[in-house]
């Protein structure tokens, strides 16, 4: 499902990006911005900025050109493969030249996610995507009436602080979640160590989500018995101290899905690695850089499912309040080779080597 680059669209949308402005149509440019239509997207990570605009003067079929704005919290390969998903499906479905994308890049500060949410309410967006916890509460903080839609998020009432959860928000927001099945990442971190004594949890306090998923996965390690500590970070800053902590505590780590680590993952991996304590990870992109397991979820799938829910919204007039919350269809057991291999860790026949690039 996922459509391949041609050189021809790559071109055409470089040209377009020159003249043309972002959600409001208007004149404006941003130094910032760049081409970021469904074809072109792969172009705009190959240059390593995820940050972008792409604007068409042909109009749908209905008479109107969609205006999409994306708000991605940093970059990071899980999430720019999510807003790639949403893009291509978008595309597909509406046809080129019949919806244009803001991408914009938050670089992993709030601030620049509610800076970026509040001028795609002034551009006037057909729809924003949130990609990522902070950019879906931003997002939701600057406008009631545009539709958003949330991907990359593990738990929308956490993110929402939503007590009275219903599988709904109630209000116009909607969207995909990121979270694989915590229990069956636990028994993974069971199969894998069955001689663990203490499990470390890893993750930044500074995140709802993450201590949302540590919370979980406490709750099945008590339920086999088995002894955790927590040691969280407030920031990056704190992550090598922290770290250090913990494999000095600890016979395994757990590091949830949390933006924070997945962005430090290499400074996790230069301690963890020579202490001889393997992590398992929330995600894939984590065990990518420093995990030796995973339960993995494709990103791609979960950011082109909130595309197909942004056309439902856009083109069927599906009500967004009540759009249920969606969830990758399949997980897969994953493997870092090259982590495993130095640490002596052989893995079940039903394992997927990730490729690491």
């Known amino acids: 499902m996922k459509k391949q680059t041609r050189f021809f669209s790559i071109m055409m949308a470089a040209a377009m990006a020159l003249s043309l402005g972002a959600c409001g149509g208007d004149d404006k440019s941003a130094s910032n911005s760049g081409s970021a239509d469904g074809n072109a997207s792969a172009a705009t990570e190959a240059d390593g900025n995820a940050s972008g605009s792409a604007e068409s003067d042909a109009a749908s079929s209905d008479g109107k050109t969609y205006r999409i704005g994306i708000v991605q919290q940093l970059e990071h390969p899980a999430l720019d493969s999510a807003s790639e998903g949403f893009m291509d499906a978008l595309t597909e479905l509406l046809g080129e030249g019949n919806v244009t994308f803001d991408l914009q890049n938050a670089q992993g500060e709030q601030a620049n996610c509610a800076t970026i949410s509040n001028r795609f309410v002034s551009d006037n967006c057909d729809l924003i995507l949130a990609n990522a916890t902070t950019a879906l509460q931003c997002a939701g903080a600057a406008t009631s009436t545009i539709p958003i839609l949330g991907t990359s998020v593990t738990d929308y009432a956490t993110a929402l602080d939503m007590d009275d959860w219903s599988g709904t928000t109630g209000r116009n927001i909607s969207g995909t979640s990121d979270l694989a099945p915590i229990d069956q990442q636990e028994d993974m971190l069971l199969e894998l160590f069955p001689d663990a004594k203490t499990v470390g949890i890893i993750y930044c306090s500074a995140e709802p989500n993450s201590a949302y998923q540590a919370a979980k996965f406490e709750e099945a390690l008590e339920a086999d018995g088995i002894a955790y500590k927590e040691f969280t970070a407030a920031d990056s800053n704190d992550i090598a101290a922290v ?104 893995v079940p026949d039903d394992y997927v080597a990730i490729e690491v690039e």
């Open 243 to 346: 770290v250090q902590n913990a494999v000095n505590e600890a016979d395994v780590l757990y590091v949830p899905t949390d933006n924070t680590m997945a962005g430090n993952a290499e400074t996790i991996n230069n301690i963890a690695l020579p202490a001889g304590v393997p992590i398992v990870a929330g995600e894939e992109g984590i065990c990518g850089g420093c995990g030796a397991a995973t339960l993995s979820i494709s990103y791609y799938d979960i950011g082109y499912t909130a595309g197909e829910m942004a056309y439902d919204v856009l083109v069927n007039g599906a009500d967004i309040s009540s759009m249920e919350i969606a969830y990758a269809p399949t997980v897969t057991k994953k493997y870092n080779a090259a982590i495993c291999e130095q640490l002596g860790i052989t």
